[in-house]
Structures are given as structure tokens and as C-alpha cells.
């Protein structure tokens, strides 16, 4: 970060969740919805890994459902990481991997995971990333152990009309919400963020990480129901869905 300068992280990361609850307006109740799930299915832990974890919002609220518990958190955006060690508090532990590639499973400690979470990221991934995801995951789960994930995961392309319609009335019900006068959304957030002198250095960093990658939007249930059985998976299911938003649970 660049020296000299100082930012108030508390509030950019106030901004950021107001600006979430555009796009999810009942986030806070699906983040409940998703420890409860871990919990339900004997997985509360133990070790917790947050994918894709951005400034934390899931990391801070599973140490608040599971005291005590090891939060491991993993994103490769430089800063996002820095809102997060600057706004989680102490029992996070920070990784910065691409997940993308398989060798972020090295940087995680040692130790099988009880649960993963993610939550509205996971659809940055390519389609040809999620089998490696799955497989690295597998890998660093206990048997019996959940992962969670609430997202975009479009509907199953082999019946088109029914996969348009979904991903259509998802993308107007967001824009009459963010669209409205005054409404700090995704990209007026990034952009006002990015004109902090503090994090100059970081966003230099960002761009070159990012570099002619391009977000997918979210990939198909059935990319990711095939990737996750594939991977060793026992149970792969939707749990609660609205259009093409879902959240998505496999059990190791």
C-alpha cells in the first residue's frame, strides 16, 4: 500500500455492503441460510475456508456464528484482501491465491477443512476452471465435510427459453433496484474507491493480476453439478434458488 497515506476502511467497506444489498437484497438472511446449512449437515467447524472471499463479509460472519473456529480466507484481488485485514479484526487468516490454479491448495495450512463458503463470486470463474476448482477442493475437505455456495449458476442451457428467461428477469429486478438516482452501485463503488491515494499501488497491482481476464457471468448448475460429482462429491444439490440465483451444496 502506498506509504503516507491513510483510508477509512470501515466505511468503504459500509458502502460495500449497502451496494450488495442491491443486488441481493436478502443477503444477510442467505448468509444465515448458509451456516445454518453447514451446521444442519454436522459440518460446523473446526476449519472454515471463505472462497473468493473479497473484504471478508462471509469470513467476519462465520467467526460471529462459530466462535473460536479457524477462518481461512482466499482471494487473488489485492484489494479486497487489504479491506479485509484491515476490517475483519483478529481470527482471519488471509491467503492471496488465484483459484484458478491448482497450487492455492498449498497456501492454506495444514489440515482437512470441515466447511467452504462462497458467496457471489465464484461466477468470475472461466467454465473450463470450475473442474479444477472442484478437484482442489475435494482435496483440502474432510469426508463428510460441506461446501456452500451462493451465486449466479445459470440455469441448465438444454432447455434455452426457460435458461433466458431466468437470467432476463434476474438482470431487470437488479437494474430497477441499483439503477435508481443517487444509488452508489458495483462499478460507481469500484470506481470511487479506486481514487483513493492509499490504495494507488494496490489498484497498479490489480489491474496487472487481471489482465485480459474476463468475468464469465456465472456458469451453467450443470457445469458445476458434473464438476463437483466428479471431483468425489456424495450430494450435490440446490437448496434454495430465485431464477438463476442459488445456492448450490456438495458433500464431500
Not at 451446521?39 to 473468493?52: K, M, V
Not at 435458461?163 to 443517487?182: F, H, P, Y
Amino acid at each position: 500500500m502506498r506509504t503516507g497515506y491513510e483510508f477509512d476502511a470501515t466505511e468503504w467497506l459500509r458502502r460495500w455492503d449497502v451496494q450488495q444489498e442491491g443486488y441481493v437484497p436478502d443477503r444477510e438472511d442467505m448468509f444465515a441460510l448458509m451456516f445454518d446449512v453447514v451446521e444442519r449437515l454436522g459440518a460446523a467447524p473446526g476449519r472454515l475456508l471463505d472462497l473468493a472471499c473479497g473484504p471478508g463479509s462471509l469470513a467476519r460472519r462465520a467467526l460471529g456464528r462459530f466462535p473460536g473456529a479457524d477462518v481461512v480466507a482466499v482471494d487473488f484481488d489485492p484489494v479486497m484482501l487489504e479491506l479485509g485485514r484491515r476490517t475483519a479484526g483478529e481470527g482471519v487468516h488471509w491467503v492471496d491465491a488465484d483459484l484458478a490454479r491448482p497450487d492455492w491448495t498449498g497456501m492454506v495450512g495444514d489440515g482437512r477443512f470441515d466447511a467452504a463458503v462462497s458467496a457471489t463470486a465464484l461466477h468470475w470463474l472461466a467454465a473450463d476452471d470450475v473442474p479444477g476448482l472442484a478437484s482442489a477442493l475435494a482435496g483440502v475437505l474432510r469426508p463428510g465435510a460441506v461446501f456452500v455456495d451462493f451465486d449466479t449458476v445459470l440455469a441448465d442451457p438444454a432447455s434455452p427459453r426457460l435458461a433466458a428467461m431466468t437470467k432476463d428477469l434476474r438482470v431487470a429486478r437488479t437494474e430497477a433496484r441499483t439503477g435508481t438516482s443517487g444509488f452508489e452501485d458495483f462499478r460507481a463503488w469500484w470506481d470511487a474507491l479506486a481514487a483513493e491515494p492509499a490504495l494507488a499501488e494496490l489498484f497498479a497491482d490489480r489491474e496487472r493480476r487481471f489482465a485480459g481476464r474476463t468475468p464469465s457471468g456465472g456458469n451453467s448448475l450443470p457445469v458445476w453439478e458434473s464438476a463437483l460429482r466428479k471431483a468425489g462429491f456424495a450430494e450435490v444439490g440446490t437448496v434454495t434458488q430465485l431464477l438463476d440465483r442459488r445456492m448450490l451444496v456438495a458433500i464431500r
